[in-house]
DNA sequence: CGTTCGATGCACT
DNA sequence: GTGCATCGAACGT
């Protein structure tokens, strides 16, 4: 899983990106692009929604039990994936934050879809179902879905693999923060950042005010 | 519009 | 056993 000459080397985010506060890199990751080069080819969007979680005093972050087998991605060295299984069914994927030993990540929860839309209407077109190119990524388990995204790409090194985030210097509105979605524990945290009014943002929208 | 609910795998208690 | 960082179909208004 190394990388190829034509992987966005010049423009990929680099680990002084990653090693900074959570939060700082969950508004600065709105705008930047999310790229998985698989043997079908090359998929990606622009991340429009995603949420931070931070912490061992998060209890809504998976590193709130402590350190497990599971959640140990999250201890890793900024600028890993952390993808896991939720719900049984969908894949969700995390860039680890902060530095290692500081458990934190950003999860990245929609995306605007730029490359590759063939290869992710194949990918998302399980039952004969009409997308709009604005639902092909919107919501974490269906930009996963639509990007090929696995458990295989846990622990994936966003710095150097066939998964990573890119700065093509794309011009983002406003960004609107607010409480995290799908969670029980935690809602008080306003630990989730969208581009406000964007399409493709999932679930419920923050509103503008 | 809105709400409800089943599918589904696995970490954790 | 329980509880999810979800999705989409099915139904009600």
């Known amino acids: ?17 990653y090693d900074r506060p959570t939060l700082t890199v969950a508004a600065e990751l709105i705008g930047k692009v999310l790229v998985h080069r698989t043997r ?5 969007g622009m991340i429009v929604e995603v949420e931070a979680y931070i912490g061992e005093d998060d209890p809504a972050c998976h590193a709130a039990p402590g350190p497990t087998a599971r959640n140990a991605p ?31 990540a950003v999860l990245i929860r929609a995306l605007q879809p730029i490359d590759g839309l063939d290869l992710m209407v194949r990918r998302r077109s399980g039952g004969g179902r009409t997308l709009q190119e604005t639902d092909l990524c919107r919501g974490p388990g269906n930009l996963t879905r639509a990007l090929g995204i696995t458990l ?12 990573w985030i890119e700065d093509r210097g794309l ?9 995290r979605v799908g969670i029980r524990r935690g ?10 009014g964007h399409p493709s943002v999932s679930g419920p929208r923050p509103v503008l005010r």
């Open 1 to 17: 899983m190394r990388t190829r000459r034509d992987d966005g080397v010049a423009r990929r985010l680099v680990t002084s990106f």
């Open 40 to 44: 079908g080819g090359i998929a990606s």
């Open 74 to 104: 999250l201890y890793g060295p900024p600028g890993l994936a952390y993808v896991y299984l939720n719900y049984g069914i969908h894949y969700l994927v995390n860039a680890v934050t902060e530095a290692e030993g500081s458990p934190a």
């Open 152 to 163: 295989q790409q846990n622990r994936a090194d966003l710095r150097e693999d066939t998964l």
């Open 171 to 179: 011009a983002v509105g406003n960004l609107v923060w607010g409480p």
């Open 187 to 196: 809602v008080e945290q306003p630990w989730r950042c969208a581009i406000a």
